[in-house]
């Protein structure tokens, strides 16, 4: 039987996922999309065109691969449809390929409203979402009056909901009304559109494996964001770990084959919440400058820092990571020396070596760090692990050491043809 391989981030999500996606779509026939919304941003190039996948798995880019919307995303229509009319202008044919679970969640017009006015009562306290309605539809989603996918093809099912949801909308934002009706017919015609997508997902991707057909299980955003075993509250709303798979997609666990963690060689985050090795002023600026670490679907400015090691180390216990697949060393070239964080001291005098869950002691921690020397050789475009400067070879073994995890993939720059594998996750 074909093995099947779960992608997913092992650090605060923006770890270059679309890239590794993209280029292990060949060895695999379906590629699953499990949990998140539009909020993820997947960049993927090819021969230096720039492709931006919000929705769509990332395996869409290469002909004859099927790929798959699971019940665990939000799926708001009109990003979807938009996603879908972008690819077609640049030549990517989606029919026949692109599949939507019937139990998938929609996002509707008054969850963006929602999000933006949930954030504005936080104030200091915000999350930093990207206010695009993705955690009021899973709080619909859990409180059992969200909209499926399959309500689109039923008309009557529909209006209930919507009129429903619209009203009460309307008793929390007074100062607007929104008419349900409008909503109803606006989704009525996604409906339309949308309805040759909606299969079972879990009956497909069944039948699918009972054929031998491989699949790769994609994931959005990454552990430490993870709704369970994220720095909560600063997560967002959906399993990003591997158990997000199982819920999120119909299958069993004992469908996931490998566990391949996608981590940067140093570290980044988006929004509010505690980010141990965070690099401020100069060289902070560097590696933002240097990485384009600017979000692919907001734009907004990234957070960077240091390899985290105790942050990965918590990825891959939670994930059973049986890989890593390590992007952007290239942005590390020319630094006089790159560290690593292996531990933290807290305020109360302890040194931690474990990820906590009580976000005051990691806010109050400061990180303990193993300095090795940098390189001034170029590491972009290298496609031979041997062919890295020996210091980079050095830095990528010490990660090795301080996480467990042997790393496959090596990515040396944003092109698909910019890597280094270094071992079959299959065989």
């Given at each position: 039987?074909?093995?099947?391989?779960?992608?997913?981030?092992?650090?605060?999500?923006?770890?270059?996922?679309?890239?590794?996606?993209?280029?292990?779509?060949?060895?695999?026939?379906v590629?699953?999309?499990?949990?998140?919304?539009h909020?993820?941003?997947?960049?993927?190039y090819?021969?230096?065109?720039?492709?931006?996948?919000?929705?769509?798995?990332s395996?869409?880019?290469?002909?004859?691969?099927?790929?798959?919307?699971?019940n665990?995303?939000?799926?708001?229509?009109?990003?979807?449809?938009?996603?879908?009319?972008?690819?077609?202008?640049?030549?990517?044919?989606?029919?026949?390929?692109l599949?939507?679970?019937?139990?998938?969640?929609?996002?509707?017009p008054?969850?963006?409203?929602?999000?933006?006015?949930?954030?504005?009562?936080?104030?200091?306290?915000?999350?930093?979402?990207?206010?695009?309605g993705?955690?009021?539809?899973?709080?619909?989603?859990?409180?059992?009056?969200?909209?499926?996918?399959?309500?689109?093809?039923?008309?009557?099912?529909?209006?209930d909901?919507?009129?429903?949801?619209?009203?009460?909308?309307?008793?929390?934002i007074?100062?607007?009304?929104?008419?349900w009706?409008?909503?109803?017919?606006?989704?009525?015609?996604?409906?339309?559109r949308?309805?040759?997508?909606?299969?079972?997902?879990?009956?497909y991707?069944?039948?699918?494996?009972?054929?031998?057909r491989a699949?790769m299980?994609?994931?959005?955003?990454?552990?430490?964001?993870?709704?369970?075993?994220?720095?909560?509250?600063?997560?967002?709303?959906?399993?990003?770990?591997v158990?997000?798979?199982?819920?999120?997609?119909?299958?069993?666990?004992?469908a996931?084959?490998?566990?391949?963690g996608?981590?940067?060689?140093?570290?980044?985050?988006?929004?509010?919440?505690?980010l141990?090795t965070?690099?401020t002023?100069?060289?902070?600026?560097?590696?933002?400058?240097s990485?384009?670490?600017?979000?692919?679907?907001?734009?907004?400015?990234?957070?960077?820092?240091?390899?985290?090691?105790?942050?990965?180390?918590?990825?891959?216990?939670?994930?059973?990571?049986?890989?890593?697949?390590?992007?952007?060393?290239?942005?590390l070239?020319?630094?006089?020396?790159?560290?690593?964080?292996?531990?933290?001291?807290?305020?109360?005098?302890?040194?931690?070596?474990?990820f906590?869950a009580?976000?005051?002691?990691?806010?109050?921690?400061?990180?303990?760090?193993?300095?090795?020397?940098?390189?001034?050789?170029?590491?972009?475009?290298?496609?031979?692990?041997?062919?890295?400067?020996?210091?980079?070879?050095?830095y990528?073994a010490?990660l090795?050491?301080?996480?467990g995890?042997?790393?496959?993939?090596?990515?040396?720059?944003?092109?698909?043809?910019?890597?280094?594998v270094?071992?079959?996750?299959?065989?």
């Open positions: 039987m074909a093995k099947n391989l779960a992608v997913l981030g092992a650090q605060w999500g923006d770890e270059g996922k679309g890239k590794i996606v993209d280029l292990l779509t060949p060895r695999f026939s590629v699953a999309r499990y949990q998140g919304g909020n993820a941003g997947h960049t993927v090819v021969k230096g065109q720039k492709f931006v996948l919000h929705l769509i798995p395996g869409i880019l290469h002909d004859g691969v099927t790929c798959l919307i699971g665990g995303v939000v799926v708001d229509p009109a990003a979807l449809f938009a996603e879908v009319d972008e690819l077609a202008h640049l030549n990517i044919a989606v029919d026949g390929r599949l939507v679970s019937d139990r998938a969640h929609l996002i509707l008054y969850h963006r409203e929602l999000d933006i006015l949930s954030e504005a009562r936080r104030g200091e306290r915000r999350i930093g979402t990207t206010s695009r993705i955690g009021p539809a899973y709080e619909d989603k859990i409180a059992r009056r969200g909209i499926r996918a399959c309500d689109l093809l039923n008309p009557t099912l529909l209006e909901g919507v009129r429903e949801n619209v009203k009460a909308r309307n008793r929390v007074k100062d607007t009304t929104l008419d009706k409008q909503v109803y017919d606006q989704f009525l015609a996604y409906g339309e949308l309805a040759p997508c909606i299969v079972d997902a879990s009956v991707l069944t039948e699918a494996m009972k054929q031998g699949v299980f994609e994931g959005a955003q990454g552990t430490l964001l993870d709704i369970d075993h994220g720095t909560y509250p600063f997560v967002t709303s959906s399993n990003a770990s158990g997000g798979v199982a819920t999120g997609l119909g299958v069993p666990p004992r996931v084959g490998v566990v391949l996608v981590a940067k060689a140093y570290t980044t985050r988006v929004g509010e919440g505690p141990p965070e690099l002023g100069e060289l902070g600026n560097r590696l933002r400058e990485g384009q670490e600017y979000g692919a679907s907001t734009g907004r400015p990234r957070r960077c820092g240091w390899f985290d090691a105790v942050a990965v180390r918590f990825s891959a216990r939670v994930n059973g990571l049986d890989a890593l697949a390590l992007t952007k060393l290239d942005v070239d020319g630094l006089p020396s790159v560290s690593i964080c292996t531990g933290y001291n807290c305020a109360d005098g302890k040194v931690l070596h474990e906590p009580d976000l005051t002691q990691l806010a109050g921690c400061t990180p303990i760090y193993e300095e090795l020397p940098g390189w001034t050789t170029p590491t972009r475009g290298v496609q031979q692990f041997d062919s890295l400067p020996a210091e980079a070879r050095a990528i010490r090795e050491d301080v996480t995890v042997p790393a496959a993939i090596v990515s040396t720059g944003s092109d698909r043809e910019e890597t280094i270094r071992t079959d996750l299959l065989d």
